[in-house]
């Protein structure tokens, strides 16, 4: 069964607003999971490492600012995608490694978010 | 700088057939994982295989099995009797090794391959 999920996994909304995404961890403790993006039919690219008790760590590119991330918890982390735009538009996924930080990283379902 | 190569952007099989999807890497670390990932049309990533860099056999699991030649950089997955349920996006993943003391979980993901299982 599936040891990761996300919510929600589609969402539509208008250009200005905010959404937030939330990834879950459902049987395991993750003190780190990551925040990716995919465009269509292209591959997933790693947006930023999510760390429980410490800030994000963003990769080269992305905006810390319109991409908000907070680990809430040892089983949850947040990506709130502010002021969302119609080119923000994308598959967001994120994982988590179930048994440390260098073990197989377990995927959830995705969000797909449309910004009209 | 790490890469990953998969040159082939879709492939046919006939059910019940083996089919081999290449995958080839660039690092310069001693030490790193590759993995493989299938993305069906509901857009979950759902983790295969695993090869470390100093694993000395091939990995399998049940069906799914990696042909790991590290001279020649390559980490190709070999699915043995295809089902119409295989039908999917395969994506070939790299993890960075340790470097500067520290240990890194990032992924780094090839293009993908669309595999279309045909009856």
């Known amino acids: 069964g599936a040891v990761v999920s996300q919510h929600p996994s589609r969402v539509i909304c208008k250009s200005g607003t905010s959404v937030k995404i939330e990834c879950r961890s459902l049987?395991?403790?993750?003190?780190?999971m990551f925040w990716y993006r995919q465009f269509p039919k292209q591959s997933l690219m790693l947006m930023a490492t999510s760390n429980e008790g410490s800030k994000a760590t963003y990769e080269q590119g992305v905006e810390k600012d319109k991409f908000l991330i907070n680990h809430a918890s040892l089983t949850l982390s947040t990506l709130t995608v502010t002021s969302a735009h119609p080119e923000d538009s994308s598959f967001y996924i994120c994982s988590a490694p179930r048994g440390g930080l260098l073990d197989t990283q377990y995927f959830g379902p995705g969000t797909r978010l449309t910004v009209l | 700088a790490q890469k990953i190569t998969q040159t082939q952007p879709g492939m046919f099989v006939q059910e019940k057939e083996a089919v081999t999807l290449d995958c080839t890497y660039d690092t310069s670390d001693q030490s790193y994982g590759l993995f493989w990932y299938k993305q069906p049309s509901s857009g979950e990533m759902i983790f295969l295989i695993y090869q470390g860099s100093y694993d000395e056999q091939n990995a399998t699991e049940g069906r799914y099995s990696l042909n790991f030649q590290k001279a020649r950089k390559s980490a190709n997955l070999v699915i043995s009797a295809s089902q119409l349920g295989d039908s999917a996006m395969y994506f070939c993943?790299?993890?960075?090794?340790?470097?500067?003391?520290?240990?890194?979980?990032?992924?780094?993901f090839g293009t993908g391959t669309l595999l279309a299982v045909q009856p």
């Open positions: 993943a790299m993890r960075e090794g340790l470097r500067y003391g520290g240990a890194t979980n990032k992924l780094i």
């Open positions: 049987d395991f403790q993750a003190t780190t």
